[in-house]
């Protein structure tokens, strides 16, 4: 349940996301299993484009191999295949956001047995979210640019960071968007909480060097351990 999750999210310091086929268009199940086995620790299964069962075979498949899996909540039955779910930003789209018919993050919240993970694009988005109860945000992007959303930048990121654990916040503050390993591993170092990863593990590699790439980014978690 999510006393249990809660208890080793404090610990989480990368977080992975699948792409959806809109990226790749292949059976990802086996670099899951190698990631797994490799000791990635979290992933967020986003996927919305699954038949219900299939998106459940895949939730069903991570869990055996990798700690906590989440799913992304753009799915209609996000809710019924986990107890843990990742929201896309409630606060920067047009419309109804994708999330599994509720129409407030406090309900969203409610209705959360487990973890809730919510995207944010600007600082103030992300203390939003930690008011309403998330237990996690992803705030992108830090580096590359976006179409919608302007560059938060490593002091930007930084800072928000420092004011979540200046009010002794429980909500965790993952950075994520354009960087390389050798970027977010200098994010952690200056006291960030941890980086979430999508297009740089998955786009355009196939899953050998998906892997040498994940593993890279496991290198950055280790060298962060050792200044510490």
Not at 104 to 113: F, I, V
Not at 147 to 165: A, M, N, R, V
Not at 166 to 193: E, M, N, R, W
Request: aromatic share 8%; net charge neutral.
């Amino acid at each position: 349940g999510r006393c249990l999750a809660m208890a080793a999210l404090p610990r989480l310091r990368l977080l992975l996301s699948t792409p959806g086929n809109h990226i790749v268009k292949r059976d990802i199940r086996p670099l899951i299993k190698k990631m797994g086995e490799s000791g990635l620790e979290a992933i967020v299964i986003r996927e919305p484009h699954l038949p219900s069962e299939e998106l459940k075979g895949l939730f069903d498949f991570a869990r055996l191999h990798i700690p906590l899996v989440i799913c992304h909540s753009k799915h209609a039955d996000a809710f019924r295949i986990s107890e843990h779910v990742h929201a896309p930003s409630p606060f920067s789209q047009g419309g109804a956001p994708g999330w599994a018919g509720f129409e407030k993050l406090a309900e969203l919240r409610e209705n959360c047995r487990g973890i809730l993970g919510v995207s944010c694009h600007t600082p103030s988005e992300a203390a939003k979210a930690a008011t309403a109860g998330a237990d996690y945000v992803t705030l992108a992007p830090i580096w590359n640019t976006h179409k919608s959303y302007p560059i938060i930048g490593f002091d930007g990121y930084l800072e928000t960071c420092k004011t979540f654990q200046t009010k002794d916040s429980k909500c965790l503050c993952l950075a994520q968007g354009g960087g390389t390993p050798s970027q977010f591993s200098g994010l952690l170092i200056a006291g960030g909480d941890g980086i979430a990863v999508m297009g740089d593990i998955f786009t355009d590699r196939d899953d050998e060097e998906a892997l040498l790439r994940f593993t890279e980014y496991q290198q950055c978690l280790d060298l962060e351990s050792k200044k510490n």
